[in-house]
């Protein structure tokens, strides 16, 4: 959902940025691709942009990276009360900034915000709970994986529903709209009756009201759920396509890319994401899931 | 203080990263109404004249901005400018350009209804006295639309102030920004600070947006003599 609306607006944008690129000419720009009204807006983006990213080497005589995290995703990417970034994606960062041995510049970027960022060279890398699909693969590159992602399913502990079978004809799903969980469950068990909120908050409510018999949504969510209040489990704590989350690059910075990749390899032998967790993920999902969610010098189970 | 949630506000730096934000709203939001001011009444003006080239241009100007969801603006020159002209702008100066944009033109609609509610018979009695047009609009017809203008500018002031929370969407970290990453950062251990923090948030705008409204008042009640 959230997406979809993010590609009309970029979809929106390129057209406009195609009309103000013709009302002025040719300003700077080889013509070529002007008159070609019907090219679609992705191939525009990538006729006009001429290189925008900065490779290793200028980034490390430039002194400093900028790299795109969240701000306020507790425990991923936040900013704590002394204004410092921390959680598991700036751990990392922090350790990449170390090992290339210059300055860092964090740049808060939103969910929808993040593939345009790279896009655009505005940073150098994005280390933004950044889930690896094919659609965003087109447009940018991701590095080796260093976290697993999946859906979870929570439930009731007077009734744990430890497999989508066990539902009976009328026990109804939770779900966030415009979730991943949304487009599994309608896809894959349209016989399932599912009970759409908006919100975290309301989904919440519901569940606790007794209105369904679980609540489907990105497993990281429902294990903190189950762990935050009492009577919940996750009965279901993998379930659909496994994704991992990687950090991701402009698409062709092959220098960069090679870098993080060989450092990625290079933290494996130390157990460096295993730590990662402990240090700040322990807090929110304990250590039972910790080799669930990690993946070590880049290689998935 | 623990029910509301308003504690997470005095932990760290927390209250003077919300000060931090409210004045990076503000820096952003008061040049552009600065530049919107100045530009506006000229393209006030400008939209009064009855060349047919100046009237559509400014009208496409116009619905231009007013179709454009502010949003989109943003991404369209902080992003497109890079795409299109490779023009590395940072995302401060994209939202002032931005902001700008926009303030300018419903300025400038407001200057022009207001210089075009300026009755007739004023520009005639000074042309009749022998003043010049540039004279007769900077002396006669500006001081009394102006006048017009103050309630309906204040309004769009505060408006602009307001909407600068869009700029977190290029990386700006303003206000309402830095108030999210409070709350999510206590989200296990003050689970109920949203509350508390937007409860400050909506003070802290309204510190900010007052004065002006005061100062129009204040205004009025000057010319009114």
């Known amino acids: 959902m959230k997406k979809s609306i993010f590609v009309k607006v970029l979809t929106i944008l390129s057209a406009a940025v195609l009309l103000i690129a013709s009302f002025a000419g040719c300003a700077g720009n080889e013509s070529g691709t002007s008159n070609s009204t019907a090219s679609t807006a992705d191939k525009a983006d990538s006729s006009t942009a001429d290189v925008v990213y900065r490779t290793l080497d200028e980034i490390k005589s430039s002194g400093k990276i900028k790299i795109g995290v969240f701000s306020d995703k507790n425990p991923f990417g936040y900013v704590d009360e002394n204004g410092e970034y921390q959680g598991y994606d700036v751990y990392f960062a922090n350790r990449l900034v170390k090992d290339l041995g210059v300055d860092v510049e964090f740049v808060s970027t939103e969910a929808a915000s993040r593939v345009e960022f790279l896009e655009t060279g505005k940073v150098d890398v994005v280390l933004a709970n950044f889930t690896v699909t094919d659609e965003r693969a087109e447009k940018v590159d991701f590095a080796l994986p260093y976290m697993n992602v999946a859906l979870g399913v929570v439930s009731p502990d007077s009734r744990v529903i430890k497999s989508l079978d066990e539902l009976k004809a009328d026990d109804e799903v939770i779900v966030i709209t415009g979730t991943t969980a949304e487009t599994y469950l309608t896809e894959k068990y349209p016989n399932i009756k599912l009970q759409k909120y908006d919100t975290y908050a309301n989904a919440k409510t519901a569940l606790e009201n007794g209105q369904a018999a679980a609540w489907a949504n990105d497993n990281t969510e429902v294990i903190a759920y189950a762990l935050q209040n009492k009577g919940y489990t996750v009965g279901i704590p993998e379930l659909g396509s496994k994704d991992t989350i990687a950090p991701a690059v402009s698409k062709g910075n092959k220098t960069l890319l090679d870098w993080i990749n060989s450092e990625i390899e290079a933290l494996g032998k130390e157990n460096f994401f295993h730590a990662d967790y402990e240090a700040t993920l322990t807090g929110t999902y304990g250590s039972d899931y910790e080799e669930k969610l990690v993946v070590e010098g880049g290689k998935v189970n | ?225």
């Open chain 2, 1 to 225: 203080m623990q029910a509301l949630g308003l504690d997470v506000l005095f932990k760290g730096s927390n209250l003077l990263r919300l000060l931090g934000g409210l004045w990076k709203a503000l820096e952003i939001s008061l040049i552009a109404v600065a530049l919107s001011l100045i530009l506006g009444v000229l393209f006030g003006i400008l939209m009064t004249f009855r060349n047919p080239a100046i009237r559509a241009l400014s009208r496409i100007y116009l619905e231009i901005v007013r179709i454009m969801p502010q949003m989109v603006l943003l991404f369209l020159v902080f992003f497109g400018t890079t795409r299109v002209f490779g023009w590395d702008l940072n995302a401060e100066a994209a939202s002032i350009i931005v902001f700008a944009f926009w303030g300018t033109a419903e300025m400038g609609d407001l200057v022009r209804g207001a210089v075009i509610s300026v009755p007739k018979h004023q520009y005639e009695s000074a042309f009749a006295l022998g003043m010049t047009k540039s004279q007769t609009y900077f002396t006669i017809i500006i001081p009394q639309a102006v006048r017009q203008l103050v309630p309906l500018s204040i309004n769009l002031i505060t408006r602009m102030i307001k909407t600068t929370s869009l700029v977190m969407m290029i990386g700006v970290v303003e206000v309402l920004k830095v108030s999210q990453q409070i709350i999510e950062a206590n989200r296990m251990t003050s689970p109920n600070a949203a509350f508390g923090i937007y409860l400050t948030v909506f003070v802290l705008y309204f510190i900010a947006c007052w004065p002006f409204s005061i100062l129009a008042k204040h205004l009025e009640r000057k010319w009114s003599n």
